[in-house]
């Protein structure tokens, strides 16, 4: 074990010390063009959050910039004096992706490995006939047609639950999770009499940590960022939309935007428009940008371990 | 030790398919969720692709309402929609492949050659950043550049006295912009799988190129380059066999209903989504999203055949 590991790092010794010409211009390189590419991904974002802190007039003076030229909390102060629809907005999210994450994560989990048992004889079929869904589909139209006139869940939150809750890609992605875990555990557990799904419950899934935190992440993103079935799904009859949803519709539509501080005695010609659709997306966002650098390394093993085949 | 030998023969016997259904019945079980759910939301829409060949009565549902036969799918020819429509997608799809890939590779390889390991991770961090936010959001941050009266790059171009086009009444402007903004929101993710595919590389033969006095250009061209090929020709097969689907909710997000911009920005799925939803165009909604699903499977095919002629470990099927 110890000389294998001592090889690849007696081997990068070497690369540092016979470092060539070229290898700096390509350190020079990447450097300039990699930095440049991060700050293109930075800045966008600090560009939000100082405009959410400008003035509107000093937006319709000097458009938004990179630092607010007179600083000002106003727009946070609008929508925290009426924050009911904030509010709603963040219930429905956080319940919907707890809910849909925790089930949508179980279920994946349990097909996964089903799917992965070399001894059971339907796996191909069962994945294949999961896999044609991502081939070939019927379309929007019979699946809006489905939900709103068969399925009666126009205006429903299920609408937006269900759908989101598995995918083929994430069964697959489980799948090649799953196949890690070395067949014995679930031999031990048949000899000692355990039943299939005691063993996925009891031996299984607590081997599965990694697993499950990526594909939980993506789950979770995938709620967190749920506009589209809400678009489909949610009339102006619903009082509480999923967050990008409102957020969508703050940036879309003035309506919203008026009910969103209505009561909170602003003239409507005087509303800091742009400053507030600003605060909106911040105070929408910002969970996913906090909690970005600590969840960011299971994603990263996600894609890798995807990447082999899916 | 005769009994032992007489089960051995019991159990080489191909069981019945009862059988065989009860002795596995706790992992049908544990399928049956998943089964269900494609049932209802994949399998279940399928027939109703029948719409795209009626005139659709919202009150008389699916199959009471009048046949027309291909009368819908005569009217989207023969009006260019289609044409236009389908010109869009793959012409986007083909600038985001290859634009795409061609970055993601560069940044890929670049990153490779970086001995600071904090940097690599940062950098990997930093760049996968806009993959995680809604394409809501998306929208707002470009809505923030280049909007004409208060936009950053507007305001930039006028100080430094330029003039600045009325972008969101511009149409040829938008390719462009639409396949900026795809890149910077995906560039870091597909830079990711490539770097995972270099990292999961043999590293023998690099060391050994460094010790023959190769240099880095001649690494990159002649051993990372020939070892990702295999990945890079995979993955943009499977990304040609994706060509007539769309990234809905970035083109929806950015361009919405602009009627002023659809020549140039309007795909598939954004005219099934539009025609449903504002329009109420049911039949010739779903005329075009079947006629995307049905030649898309086929390229899909095609693809998969050529994935499957070069390598076929990863061939879908």
Same mark, same amino acid.
């Given at each position: 074990m110890t000389v294998k590991t001592q090889f690849p790092e007696h081997a990068m010794h070497t690369t540092h010390i016979r470092k060539d010409k070229s290898q700096i211009v390509i350190n020079i390189i990447t450097y300039v063009l990699v930095t440049i590419f991060c700050i293109m991904c930075i800045l966008p974002f600090w560009m939000i959050i100082a405009s959410s802190f400008a003035t509107e007039d000093s937006i319709r003076?000097?458009?938004?910039?990179?630092?607010?030229?007179?600083?000002?909390?106003?727009?946070?102060?609008?929508?925290?004096?009426?924050?009911?629809?904030?509010?709603?907005?963040?219930?429905?999210?956080?319940?919907?992706?707890?809910?849909?994450?925790?089930?949508?994560?179980?279920?994946?989990?349990?097909?996964?490995?089903?799917?992965?048992?070399k001894d059971f004889p339907y796996r191909n079929g069962i994945m294949f006939y999961i896999y044609f869904t991502s081939l070939f589909s019927a379309g929007l139209v019979p699946f809006y047609l489905l939900i709103v006139q068969y399925l009666n869940l126009r205006d429903s939150y299920f609408a937006i639950l269900l759908p989101l809750l598995m995918s083929p890609w994430l069964i697959v992605l489980m799948k090649n999770f799953v196949k890690a875990i070395p067949h014995e555990i679930t031999e031990?557990?048949?000899?000692?009499g355990a039943g299939d799904f005691k063993i996925f419950v009891a031996l299984i899934l607590p081997n599965l940590k990694p697993a499950l935190a990526t594909i939980g992440l993506f789950l979770a993103l995938s709620y967190w960022n749920e506009w589209y079935y809400s678009s489909l799904f949610l009339t102006t009859k619903v009082e509480y939309r999923p967050l990008q949803y409102h957020l969508y519709n703050?940036?879309?539509?003035?309506?919203?935007?008026?009910?969103?501080?209505?009561?909170?005695?602003?003239?409507?010609?005087?509303?800091?428009?742009?400053?507030?659709?600003?605060?909106?997306?911040?105070?929408?966002?910002?969970?996913?940008i906090l909690l970005y650098p600590f969840v960011q390394k299971y994603f990263v093993a996600g894609l890798t371990v995807g990447a082999v085949k899916g | 030790m005769q009994k032992a030998a007489s089960q051995k023969v019991?159990?080489?016997?191909?069981?019945?398919?009862?059988?065989?259904?009860?002795?596995?019945?706790?992992l049908i079980f544990m399928c049956l969720p998943a089964i269900l759910f494609f049932l209802v939301f994949s399998y279940l829409p399928m027939p109703g692709a029948y719409i795209a060949f009626t005139n659709f009565q919202y009150n008389k549902g699916i199959f009471a309402s009048p046949f027309v036969g291909l009368k819908n799918f005569q009217f989207l020819f023969i009006s260019g929609q289609l044409g236009l429509l389908l010109k869009n997608t793959v012409l986007y799809n083909l600038a985001f492949i290859i634009v795409g890939n061609f970055l993601q590779l560069t940044f890929a390889i670049l990153l490779n050659e970086v001995a600071c390991k904090g940097y690599k991770k940062t950098a990997q961090s930093i760049m996968f950043l806009p993959y995680f936010i809604s394409d809501v959001l998306v929208s707002l941050l470009v809505y923030n550049l280049i909007n004409y009266d208060y936009g950053f790059i507007?305001?930039?171009?006028?100080?430094?006295?330029?003039?600045?086009?009325?972008?969101?009444?511009?149409?040829?402007?938008?390719?462009?912009?639409?396949?900026?903004?795809?890149?910077?929101?995906?560039?870091?993710?597909?830079?990711?799988?490539?770097?995972?595919?270099?990292? &999961?590389?043999?590293? *023998?033969?690099?060391?050994?190129?460094?010790?023959? $006095? @190769? /240099? !880095?250009?001649?690494?990159?061209?002649?051993?990372?380059?020939?070892?990702?090929?295999?990945?890079?020709?995979?993955?943009?097969?499977?990304?040609?066999?994706?060509?007539?689907?769309?990234?809905?909710?970035?083109?929806?997000?950015?361009?919405?209903?602009?009627?002023?911009?659809?020549?140039?920005?309007?795909?598939?799925?954004?005219?099934?989504?539009?025609?449903?939803?504002?329009?109420?165009?049911?039949?010739?909604?779903?005329?075009? &999203?079947?006629?995307? *699903?049905?030649?898309?499977?086929?390229?899909?095919? $095609? @693809? /998969? !055949?050529?994935?499957?002629?070069?390598?076929?470990?990863?061939?879908?099927?």
């Open positions: 003076r000097s458009g938004f910039t990179l630092w607010p030229s007179d600083f000002s909390t106003f727009s946070y102060e609008l929508l925290f004096r009426s924050p009911d629809q904030m509010i709603g907005a963040y219930a429905v999210t956080v319940g919907l992706t707890l809910v849909g994450t925790v089930i949508g994560l179980f279920l994946v989990a349990m097909t996964g490995y089903a799917l992965q048992r031990s557990g048949k000899i000692d703050v940036i879309n539509k003035v309506a919203s935007l008026k009910n969103s501080v209505a009561g909170s005695n602003v003239v409507i010609t005087d509303l800091p428009g742009e400053t507030l659709k600003m605060a909106t997306a911040v105070i929408a966002t910002g969970p996913i | 019991v159990n080489y016997r191909k069981p019945s398919v009862g059988r065989t259904l009860v002795q596995n019945r706790t507007s305001h930039l171009v006028t100080s430094l006295g330029g003039t600045m086009p009325k972008v969101y009444q511009n149409a040829g402007a938008w390719p462009f912009i639409i396949v900026l903004v795809h890149l910077w929101k995906s560039t870091g993710y597909g830079t990711v799988v490539y770097f995972a595919a270099i990292t &999961g590389m043999d590293s *023998s033969m690099m060391e050994a190129a460094q010790i023959d $006095g @190769a /240099n !880095a250009w001649q690494r990159i061209r002649y051993i990372t380059l020939p070892t990702l090929k295999p990945t890079v020709i995979i993955l943009f097969l499977f990304a040609i066999g994706g060509i007539l689907k769309g990234n809905f909710g970035l083109f929806y997000n950015l361009v919405g209903n602009n009627s002023m911009l659809f020549k140039t920005t309007d795909i598939i799925e954004t005219y099934v989504y539009r025609s449903m939803m504002n329009s109420f165009n049911f039949s010739q909604s779903s005329a075009v &999203g079947l006629f995307q *699903s049905v030649v898309g499977f086929f390229i899909v095919l $095609g @693809a /998969n !055949a050529f994935v499957k002629r070069l390598d076929p470990d990863y061939a879908l099927f």
